[in-house]
Nanobody, 112 residues
């Protein structure tokens, strides 16, 4: 299974970015976005289950939206009202019966 994350970049505080995670397998399973900031542990940002239910970290609720396109095998993370504390490497994650998989990460930097 391969996960290709893209869409990161440098943005000013208050701006928006959309991350994409293209998968080589069906995304009709549990998929999620995690992030890892320098000196911090990797943390869950948002997840979407096979039944389309979602959950978010408290710090991003109301600002980030996770979604997926089953046909394109892609999971998205729409990020609005970005803050400097959102700066991190963002990783997509997929979990299914055969195992758990990670993408290579995409850097998001939010300047103040």
């Amino acid at each position: 299974v391969q996960l290709q994350a893209s869409g990161g970049g440098l943005v000013q505080a208050g701006g928006s970015l959309r991350l994409s995670c293209a998968a080589s397998t069906s995304v009709f399973v549990y998929t999620a976005w995690y992030r890892e900031a320098p000196g911090k542990q990797r943390e869950l940002v948002a997840a979407i289950n096979s039944d389309r239910s979602t959950n978010y970290a408290d710090s991003v609720k109301g600002r980030f939206t996770i979604s997926r396109d089953i046909v394109k095998r892609t999971v998205y993370l729409e990020m609005n009202s970005l803050k400097p504390e959102d700066t991190a490497v963002y990783y997509c994650h997929l979990r299914r019966a055969t195992g758990a998989y990670w993408g290579q990460g995409t850097q998001v930097t939010v300047s103040s």
